[in-house]
T-cell receptor, first 114, second 114 residues
Framework: DTAVSQTPKYLVTQMGNDKSIKCEQNLGHDTMYWYKQDSKKFLKIMFSYNNKELIINETVPNRFSPKSPDKAHLNLHINSLELGDSAVYFC?????????????FGPGTRLTVT | AQSVTQPDIHITVSEGASLELRCNYSYGATPYLFWYVQSPGQGLQLLLKYFSGDTLVQGIKGFEAEFKRSQSSFNLRKPSVHWSDAAEYFCAVGLSGGYNKLIFGAGTRLAVHP
């Protein structure tokens, strides 16, 4: 059974479109995250939710909006996609929001904006 | 500002040889340190972590890392590399402040020659 899953795995779309990436974890964790990995493999946190509450909100464009319908799901909606949004987006989860808790990563969603 | 530096972008070793991947961090408080591995097309998997105590920590897949506070380093080692170890390796520091925010290094790509 996959612990942290993301859909879709690949997403190709045109500039200006709106798209969503879904993430689900079956680990019973309280905290979930979105990371962006750029073309140089650099990983940077975007958002984090703890028990459906936003706790980390890095400096990302307003076009990115996370939504957590319940503790097991954290979706990422992107409006008006731009070329620079092309990246691999990783979802992760941890047992709780303290820094001693290991983060478990999903397989990633490769977004290509043309 | 907090940062993680991995000085080596690419490393190539022969199968069976020993390996050391370097990681230096800049962080004022007690660091929580992690090493993750990313195989091609996969998400990140935790190799090992350091919070406190013994400065030599053992991880999965035969990896170990040593925390040296005086050098602000957390280098990853393996005595004998296998071809399956070829991957991207990321060092990360977990920040204090109540939230599980990881700052990643830029990664080191490991290639293994047969």
């Amino acid at each position: 059974d996959t612990a942290v899953s993301q859909t879709p795995k690949y997403l190709v779309t045109q500039m200006g479109n709106d798209k969503s990436i879904k993430c689900e974890q079956n680990l019973g964790h309280d905290t979930m995250y979105w990371y962006k990995q750029d073309s140089k493999k650099f990983l940077k946190i975007m958002f984090s939710y703890n028990n459906k509450e936003l706790i980390i909100n890095e400096t990302v464009p307003n076009r990115f909006s996370p939504k957590s319908p319940d503790k097991a799901h954290l979706n990422l909606h992107i409006n008006s996609l731009e070329l620079g949004d092309s990246a691999v987006y990783f979802c992760a989860s941890s047992q709780d929001s303290g820094r001693r808790y290991e983060q478990y990563f999903g397989p990633g969603t490769r977004l290509t904006v043309t | 500002a907090q940062s993680v530096t991995q000085p080596d972008i690419h490393i190539t070793v022969s199968e069976g040889a020993s390996l050391e991947l370097r990681c230096n961090y800049s962080y004022g408080a007690t660091p929580y340190l992690f090493w993750y591995v990313q195989s091609p097309g996969q998400g990140l998997q935790l190799l090992l972590k350091y919070f406190s105590g013994d400065t030599l920590v053992q991880g999965i897949k035969g990896f170990e890392a040593e925390f040296k506070r005086s050098q602000s380093s957390f280098n990853l080692r393996k005595p004998s590399v296998h071809w399956s170890d070829a991957a991207e390796y990321f060092c990360a520091v977990g920040l204090s402040g109540g939230y599980n925010k990881l700052i990643f290094g830029a990664g080191t790509r490991l290639a293994v020659h047969p």
